[in-house]
């Protein structure tokens, strides 16, 4: 086993678990994965597959099912499995998130209906704040919920759904009148139910079909269009309208410690194909591994991926005692996708020409990582985020 991205303090049940994901991306994911991403196939097995071994259920409390884990522990998965296809990471990312509002946040009655199907991965959820030409800027949306007879009729647009296609359960964010002059207040959640699939998924909304783009293939990325679609009060997250700005902050806040988790994964399998490449080629007679300026690059590369695994881990265990971690979250995230762009570049200069190629791994790595630097908010909206958060820390 590798001595990268070790984790102390794990209980045995933590170390069984991450033991039996590393040996599914091992036998299950990497010998399939870049056959499936150059397809842009949907990895149909390897889902049902995580099924059973209960992640999807992973965090989900035993009361509703699931196996009651921590954040930490499922980070340390995410990173297993975005070692072997970052895209498959994804898939449990955003369903994970979707979980997690509805036990902060939901109702018993919502709980009750939804977890324990989550947890079997019968219900699969994805979560829609972004809008076309809306970015970072959550406060300007512009998809409008409007009190109908008792219900909510939806109208809009949304962007950039992970899962918009296969998901069956979708928390939209959206505009409401609860309070016009304070927009973070004007925004309610909605726990939208669909049929998967693309096309008319229920009755006023339509999944146009997949986006295509340059990495993070294989999983269904989408456009959701609502024209008048109706949908109850009681679907509203937590039964309160108003709330929806905070509930999304706070599944953001988890998903950007998943997305440091999965660039870990990424630069760890990059660091893994650079140091056995720089093994077997050899050049003026030697290993290029025997070259100083490979022998340095390798050794940065190593150093990336073990800081970026503490820093994400110490953000996971923070959330975990129930403390503030937006900071060490936006850091977490940061430092991670940085590092993981540095790292996977590193080890596509010492592939050469050869990891220009697509047969070889690092290529797809190399397209992959770029969205780390994106998802879940740019490393430039994570600095806003440090900043002025450190600024009231040390406020004069």
Known sequence: ?????????????????????????????????????????YPTEIVEGLKELGVFGLVIPEEYDGLGESLLTYALCVEEIARGWMSVSGIINTHFIVAHMLMQHGTEEQKRRYLPRMATGEVRGAFSMSEPGLGSDVSAIKTKATRVDGEYEITGQKMW??????????????????????????????????????????????????????????????????????????????GEPGRGFFQMMDGVEVGRVNVAARACGIAHRAFELGIDYAQQRETFGKRIA???????????????????HTMMVRAARMK?????????????????????????????????????????????????SAFMLIGEGTSDIQKMIIGRRLLKEYQV
């Open 1 to 41: 086993m590798s001595r990268l991205c070790q984790t102390e303090g794990l209980t045995e049940e933590q170390g069984e678990i991450l033991k039996a994901v590393r040996t599914f991306v091992e036998e299950q994911i990497l010998p399939v994965a870049t056959e499936l991403e150059h397809a842009d196939e």
């Open 290 to 308: 025997d070259h100083q300026a490979v022998l340095f690059r390798l050794a940065e590369m190593a150093t990336k991926v073990e800081t970026a």
């Open 161 to 238: 759904l992970t899962n918009g296609g296969s998901a069956n359960l979708v928390a939209v964010l959206c505009k409401t009148d609860e309070d016009d002059e304070s927009p973070h207040r004007s925004m309610t959640t909605f726990l939208v139910e669909k049929e998967p699939g693309f096309g008319e998924v229920a009755p006023g909304i339509v999944v146009p079909g997949k986006i295509d783009k340059m990495g993070y293939k294989g999983i269904d990325t989408t456009e959701m269009v609502f024209e008048g679609h109706r949908i109850s009060a009681d679907q509203v997250l937590g």
């Open 320 to 368: 975990d005692s129930g403390r503030r971690m937006d900071v060490e979250a936006g850091m977490a995230k940061m430092l991670a996708s940085e590092y993981c762009n540095e790292v996977v570049e590193a080890s596509f200069r010492i592939h050469g020409g050869y990891g220009y190629a697509k047969e070889y791994e690092i290529e797809r790595l190399y397209r992959e």
